[in-house]
């Protein structure tokens, strides 16, 4: 069966919107575009709540020549919304009902694994049914100070138990924990 691995940037409080906006410490390097990149290269396709999708898309598909984002616009990408009807980002597949048995039923097909970006209400729905398998946490040494409950990892009522299996600190300071589902 297929994992679906969400890969998320956080600062130290907490904080997963606008990480554009951060003071960031050595900016996102060429040795996280790596690391991003063999993500990539490991998945067979990309999953996205509406939210990220309205950020990747224009970003994304803007850009070209380097193995990153080359693979980003190349992968298959679902993405759940009940009103996007016309993805203008190439290969976009939208998911706009019954988004946990639909991608249940993506995640029993062949194939490699399933990056999933940002970690907004589809990610915590993700955890609630089981479904998210490993979580990668980018922690950018940074405190932001701002942002309301939805610019939080936490939310609440979500709640998961999952099992450290790797880190990985990088020149800029950012740290990589990555943690799989102990449930799975």
Known sequence: MRRIINSTYVTLDGVIQNPQDWPAPGGFSDEGNQVQTELLERCDAVLMGRHTYELFAPVWSARSGDPLSDGMNALPKYVVATTLTDPQWHNTTVIDHDPIESI???KQQP???IVQ???GALSHALMAAGLLDELRLWVHPVFVGTGTASDLLYR???SGSFELTGSNSLDSGIVIL????SAG
Do not use: E, I, P, Q
Request: proline share 0%; charged share 20%.
């Open 111 to 113: 194939g490699a694994d």
């Open 156 to 158: 609440a009522g979500s």
């Open 178 to 181: 990555t943690y799989r589902n």
């Open 117 to 119: 970006y940002g970690f």
């Open 104 to 106: 249940r039923a993506l």
